[in-house]
């Protein structure tokens, strides 16, 4: 019998990051092999939390990284620095990261630093354009070729990492743990928790992204605003995100509107509860692109490139950029037309089965145990 032990140091630093690892986690917690260490650098701070506590993760290790507003090149330089103690102390045999922050990015450069193999969840996902999403491609594709083991969610992004060159052994295409996460707390049945009226048909909106700041958040805004004024049917909830480069202009064009809600962002549970809920979804989250079309929810996309091809090839996802014009004229498509939203409401699921957890798990034991 084996009774040797790795000890795995997973990062997690923002909330998206917390929702994906957590199945990873979970499921190395039960191998009697794996000696799992958590390190949060909080990057989003109060959204980190909320995820952690619905998973029963509690972080072994808390850098308090976030600061107010702080600027990319100072989060990183104390990223690096606060990284390299921890490797220092821990000394895993293996670190895990997820997803394309810069708490990826720094993670995979500290352990290349200290020659420690990197596992890349949700490996292989691109735009092909270094500057949108922005910082996100380049930390992708940074991590992409520092990592050991890519997990990735899609053959089509196995395809990505092979046209860089990326060797064909260390791919490992396992679905996106977001499924996992997201089948975990439907089985929960969640509820939205707001006084929000069943009459009328909900759109959920979600819009934070760095590269949307200015006058694109404004064009969003705006299309918001015009289809509340136009449908007297409908609601809006927009939790919005606390950034003040979106809380501000999101306050100051749509609040007082007696068809919007806005509210702080909500936890996991019910914001899959609004999700389950709504009409269909105005988002330019990530993650939502995924999780949305296993609900059978459409997603119209707010940005004008994706790294998640496989829902705007089924169908089920669409983008729209954050164009005024063609955000309303989607959205009132869905909304007036039947058999345009039947086609785009029909669940589908390109992103996993529920399983992608034990297939990562499976690599690394493989790997670190034989």
Known sequence: MNTRTSRILCVIGTRPEAIKMAPVILALRNEDWADVRVLATAQHRDMLDQVLSIFGIDPDIDLDIMRHNQALTTLTARLLLDLDDVLHAERPEAV????????????ALACFHHRIPVGH???????????????????????????????????????????????????HVTGNTVIDALLNVVDRHPTVGLPLDPSKRLILVTAHRRENFGGPFRAICRAIRILADHNEDIQILYPVHPNPNIHTAAYEMLDGHPRIVLCKPLDYLPFVGAMQQSYFILSDSGG????????????LVLRRETERPEAVREGVV?????????????????????????????????????????????VLRDALVG
């Open 288 to 299: 939502v692109q995924e999780e949305a079309p296993a609900l059978g929810k459409p997603v």
């Open 121 to 171: 969840v949700e490996a292989g996902l691109r735009t092909g354009d270094m500057l949108n999403p922005f910082p996100e491609e380049m930390n992708r594709v940074l991590t992409g070729r520092l990592a050991r083991w890519h997990f990735a969610p899609t053959y089509s992004a196995r395809d990505n990492l092979l046209r860089e060159g990326i060797l064909d052994e260390t791919i």
């Open 96 to 107: 895990l990261t997820q997803g394309d922050t810069t708490t990826v990015m720094s993670a």
């Open 318 to 362: 669409k983008l729209v950029g954050p164009n005024r014009d063609r955000i309303v004229s989607e959205a009132q498509r869905l909304l007036d037309d039947p058999a345009a939203y039947r086609e785009m409401a029909r669940g589908v699921s390109p992103y996993g089965d529920g399983h992608a957890a034990a297939r990562i798990v499976a």
